[in-house]
């Protein structure tokens, strides 16, 4: 029994390894905001930051702060006055002109101390100038050199702006659409052994797995208006992909009205695995190719690259891809429990019917 069982206390052992290490694990220290966020050229800029997860008050001795412009400039800030361990103030002397023909700029802060490492917030200021000479800004802002950053190695997940503690779901969200994916390609797998064999098993079997693959895309669409509402704020922004799932769910719901259309069991098995294979020619490219050709809020359409290094590091893939693992064998336990009942009721109403 064990030796036939095993995979299933292998998922239950991933998944409590994913929920204890995906919500305990700290993120690294970043920076939740700045004040104020604009400035003008000539300006005395005082910026007050917040940080997060971070250890100012320590790494005073050794604390620094730059404004990045563009990957060549590097503005480091005179005076520095750490509050607390979450709080200071930077201050920077802005040069009167910026090296570029724009009226406004952005520029990146970057932090360092030996304690919490380096930490950066893009677009933290916007600097607005009335004046443009770019060829005097050039001068004015100092040419980057690379400061001599301090390397931290703790096991830890990284700090993203906007996302911030919501990065967690990560090992929620996107796992549970890959098991859809693998839950929906062992369904189209049955209902072509169906229409092969003619076996009524195989339709069971198709069914219950069309089934665990609604449920698993239904807990995605859960978890992502959640992680959107935080991150986007909304939970439904009519985004390209939120659509395109959205269709793509209701087409597989379709399959079980069908399937309640007709009384005849071979009839509805036969046209419904044909219907299956009809869905999942859909499926993939409507929540994976429509998306990558437009622009969308989520990673991995539009040219925004997803499961790169912007969205995992090498100690979010430690959680991450056992995370699939675990989520697609609880979702293969729960279909073989379903395929059980769907077998039962079968035997039964057969035993029934020869009596």
């Not at 992909?241 to 069991?265: C, H, S, V, W």
């Amino acid at each position: 029994m064990i030796q036939k069982n095993w995979w299933k206390g292998l998922g239950v052992v991933i998944l409590i390894y994913v929920f204890v290490s995906g919500l305990l694990v700290p993120l690294k220290p970043g920076i939740t905001g700045v004040s104020p966020g604009s400035a003008k050229t000539g300006d005395v800029l005082s910026v007050a930051v917040e940080g997060y997860n971070s250890f100012f008050l320590k790494g005073a001795a050794t604390q620094k702060a730059w404004l990045k412009l563009n990957n060549e400039y590097l503005l480091e800030a005179q005076e520095l006055e750490v509050l607390d361990d979450r709080h200071l103030n930077a201050v920077f002397t802005i040069p009167a002109f910026l090296p570029v023909s724009g009226k406004v700029q952005d520029v990146a802060l970057i932090l360092d101390n030996a304690i919490d490492g380096p930490s950066v917030l893009p677009s933290a200021v916007f600097i607005t100038q009335d004046s443009i000479q770019p060829e005097r800004g050039q001068r004015e802002w100092p040419v980057v050199t690379p400061p001599d950053l301090h390397v931290i190695r703790s096991f830890a997940f990284p700090f993203r702006n906007i996302l911030a503690e919501s990065i967690r779901n990560t090992y929620f969200h996107v796992p549970l659409w890959f098991a859809m994916i693998f839950l929906f390609l062992a369904s189209i797998v049955h209902s072509i052994k169906y229409l092969r064999s003619g076996d009524p098993r195989a339709d069971h079997r198709a069914s219950a797995f069309t089934s665990g693959g609604i449920f698993y895309g239904l807990l995605g669409v859960v978890t992502g208006a959640i992680w959107a509402k935080n991150t986007w704020g909304a939970y439904w922004s009519w985004d390209v992909k939120q659509n395109m799932t959205a269709i793509a769910l209701l087409i597989y719901f379709a399959y079980f009205i069908l399937r309640g259309l007709f009384e005849d069991p071979e009839q509805r098995a036969r046209i419904s695995a044909v219907y299956n294979i009809f869905a999942f020619s859909l499926l993939i490219p409507l929540i994976y190719i429509i998306p990558r050709l437009t622009d969308s809020l989520h990673p991995g359409a539009g040219g925004n690259p997803a499961l790169g290094g912007e969205d995992l590091d090498n100690t979010m893939r430690m959680v991450f891809y056992p995370a699939i693992i675990g989520w697609t064998l609880l979702g293969f336990w729960m279909v073989n429990l379903l395929y059980r009942i769907k077998d039962l009721d079968f035997k039964y109403l057969n035993a029934k019917s020869n009596r």
